[in-house]
């Protein structure tokens, strides 16, 4: 029965993502057949003193296979994804865009990797000029565990942090490349934790 396989897909990421972040301390879910969880776990970011906020991850993206093209396929890309947000707080805007961006892929016969940008016509995030959305992968030995132990029939599963950037960002990575770009959040000590109010670099 598709329920009863999507319930015990759920259930083994959701281990896997309690095994290294705990008990989640909010779910987030969906009530359409199919529709994926989002669970909300407790974070304290800072390596000293305190930076709390949340690890929010999708459950449910990674039942489907994403529409890769043959050559990508062949170079080892993955075709199966779950999205991560770090953000302070798991509002109801923060999490409709998540289950969005997770739903994306099927309804467009497309697929999100590493660098891949998704810009809106409209900002997504009110009191947040940037309108978006670029995808990496995870730089927190902890998250990137979750990644290394993520399998769906026997395919790897590609975790993808998500982040807002701006026009002017959006348009030095189309001109420079990405590489250029994560060197320069690298200088600029670009925060873990999204913040709406962050200025642009450019």
């Not at 993955?78 to 892929?105: C, D, F, G, S």
């Amino acid at each position: 029965m598709p329920g009863a396989e999507t319930t015990s897909l759920n259930a083994h990421r959701r281990a896997i993502y309690e095994n290294e972040l705990d008990d989640p301390e909010y779910s987030f879910a969906d009530d359409r057949s199919g529709g994926i969880e989002i669970h909300a776990f407790g974070r304290d970011f800072a390596p000293v003193g305190t930076d709390e906020g949340y690890v929010l991850l999708t459950n449910g993206m990674s039942d489907r296979r994403m529409t890769l093209p043959t050559s990508h396929r062949e170079k080892g890309e993955k075709q199966r994804a779950e999205l991560m947000w770090y953000v302070r707080e798991p509002t109801p805007e923060i999490i409709v865009n998540l289950r969005w961006l997770a739903e994306l892929p099927f309804m467009d016969a497309t697929w999100f990797g590493f660098g891949h940008r998704v810009p809106m016509p409209t900002p997504p995030v009110e009191g947040c000029d940037f309108r978006t959305f670029l995808f990496l992968t995870p730089i927190i030995e902890t998250d990137q565990r979750i990644a290394e132990a993520l399998m769906v029939e026997n395919d790897p599963v590609e975790i993808l942090t998500v982040n807002l950037i701006s026009d002017a960002e959006y348009r030095f990575i189309k001109e420079k490349g990405l590489d250029p770009f994560l060197d320069m959040l690298d200088e600029e000590d670009y925060p873990p934790i999204f913040d709406a109010k962050r200025k642009s670099y450019l």
